[in-house]
């Protein structure tokens, strides 16, 4: 009798596969062979925690018996054969799918499996692993299958029964029928090019119906993030169908650091304000306690990994794709005062409110020109759209801004929109006058310091769209301090990237400190989109 109640209990065993597995299969011994075979061999999840060795975190071998997150993929599988996994460390996701495909060839025939790692010493690891399950498989089940491998290299396992395990760290072009891609997210991040390729070449290659598992620790905003959203708006649209997903869509699952098992600690630790705020937070979202054995754990994590720890040990799919690093200037705000508290919120734009417009010029035509258009009501600031682009007139962005048919009440610019251009004689400011605008609020000079310091105070009352404000996002996300490679320290001076831009623009919102707005009973007047930006800007 196995000992699978060790790691799932009854009760989480029927949440997650209802009547789709017996559950006597793990309560009662097969009463003669002809049992076993007939009706114990003949179910996969009986086998993957009866038949196979790994090498635990200890470095004992080990027969495999499924832990609560296996078991949350393995469960997730059966729904939808696509999946993509946002995880937190150690949680045997990969020695999973190394098993559950091994098990796939093992009994089925003529399948290719693939098996992709990041790196070639990544991809040894995995081969060992294989050959460790097959020499470890009981005799019994090796007679019984009639298998022998008919070819053993660096890259394959061919079996007898026509079945392949391919293990490489690319897959161009290769027609396969099982796919594990193992830390998606760090391919995507050190090798896009190679995970471009897998998305459009191996991925397209798979029919529908074939089990794909794509698996990651988050790695900032790159492929494998892409993929997460996709999922996200995948899961949305199945649930309008009664949970059907389309064949090419991926189920997301997210294994969250909580409910790992492991992820626990006896030792007493003390908890500064913040931490305990952090934790405070975390509940609230969550809807249950965190023990306190899983809060030293947290905190021991942290002396180790500082805030890295939110992309390694993440407790939502929100804080493991937020960027945080002592370089950042608004990410942990930002996570902890928008997202946790709900705060990203999709058609935040109110009719009944006028909207203002905050501008960042850039420095050349390279640069990104950036527009965020923002709401103030009772002391809240709603960012709810943005544009950005480069290269192009004023003439271009005052159309954009009518184009919106927003009520414009003011357009904010910075101090150096009165420089005199050289080549005109004339300025930005006197341009936009020229275009229409009327109500054009100058900031005056300030340091970049105190307006950073501002956007700061405002996060805790700050709602923002992110479907329309993705960029935007992004640049509460990774707005940053230069990095002084030298000293190997953060500079104080800010980096200028793409970020920076948005984030400009965002600190000239701030600092316009334009106040709260009256309900109005009308709106002003609409600019249709066929309008020429000589008629002016209604405002």
Request: net charge negative; with cysteine; charged share 30%.
């Amino acid at each position: 009798m196995t000992d699978w109640y060790l790691r799932i209990t009854k009760k989480r065993f029927k949440e997650l596969y209802g009547d789709r597995i017996d559950l006597k299969l793990f309560t009662q011994d097969a009463e003669n062979d002809e049992e076993l075979v007939s009706k114990y061999l003949t179910s996969k999840i009986w086998r993957l925690n009866n038949l196979y060795t790994v090498v635990d975190k200890d470095a004992n071998r080990v027969r495999f018996v499924m832990n609560s997150s296996q078991h949350k993929v393995y469960a997730a599988s059966l729904q939808h054969p696509r999946l993509v996994i946002l995880k937190s460390r150690q949680q045997g996701i990969s020695t999973f799918w190394l098993v559950s495909f091994l098990d796939d060839a093992l009994f089925g025939e003529d399948l290719s499996v693939g098996l992709m790692s990041q790196g070639l010493s990544e991809s040894a690891v995995l081969l060992k692993r294989v050959k460790l399950a097959w020499r470890e498989l009981p005799d019994a089940i090796r007679q019984f299958l009639e298998l022998a491998i008919s070819r053993d290299n660096s890259s394959e396992i061919s079996l007898s029964n026509g079945s392949t395990i391919y293990i490489n760290t690319s897959f161009r072009s290769a027609t396969l029928q099982r796919l594990h891609i193992s830390e998606y997210g760090k391919i995507s991040a050190k090798h896009p090019e190679r995970a471009i390729e897998t998305k459009t070449g191996t991925l397209q290659a798979i029919r529908p119906g074939n089990t794909v598992a794509i698996e990651s620790t988050a790695e900032g905003d790159n492929l494998f993030k892409q993929m997460w959203d996709q999922a996200i708006e995948a899961e949305v649209r199945a649930s309008r169908v009664g949970g059907v997903y389309a064949g090419k869509d991926f189920k997301p699952v997210f294994l969250s650091w909580l409910d790992d098992p492991d992820c626990v600690s006896d030792t007493p630790e003390l908890l500064t304000p913040k931490q305990e705020e952090y934790f405070d937070a975390l509940e609230e979202v969550r809807g249950g306690v965190i023990e306190v054995e899983q809060k030293n754990f947290w905190v021991a994590q942290w002396r180790e990994l500082d805030e890295r720890i939110y992309q390694e040990y993440p407790a939502t799919p929100e804080e493991a794709f937020t960027k945080v690093n002592e370089g950042s200037y608004y990410a942990q705000s930002y996570l902890q005062h928008v997202v946790k508290r709900g705060r990203e919120v999709a058609g935040l734009y109110d009719s009944n409110l006028e909207v203002n417009v905050s501008m960042d010029l850039g420095i050349d035509e390279e640069d990104l020109f950036t527009l965020v258009f923002f709401q103030v009501w009772e002391g809240e600031t709603r960012v709810i759209d943005e544009y950005t682009s480069h290269g192009e007139g004023l003439e271009h962005y005052v159309n954009v801004i009518r184009d919106t048919g927003y009520d414009i009440n003011w357009v904010v610019c910075p101090h150096d929109i009165k420089v005199r251009e050289l080549g005109t004689g004339i300025s930005r400011f006197r341009r936009l006058q020229e275009l229409g605008v009327k109500k054009i609020k100058v900031l005056p000079r300030t340091s970049i310091a105190d307006g950073i310091e501002a956007v700061r105070r405002v996060l805790p009352d700050l709602w923002i769209d992110p479907q329309r404000c993705g960029y935007l996002v992004k640049c509460f996300r990774n707005y940053s301090k230069e990095w002084d490679e030298k000293r190997s320290t953060w500079k104080s001076k800010a980096l200028h990237d793409r970020w920076s831009h948005g984030a400009d623009a965002l600190r000239y919102m701030v600092m316009s400190k334009v106040g709260e707005q009256k309900k109005r009973v009308g709106r002003g007047r609409s600019v249709g989109r066929d309008r020429s930006v000589v008629d002016g800007l209604a405002l």
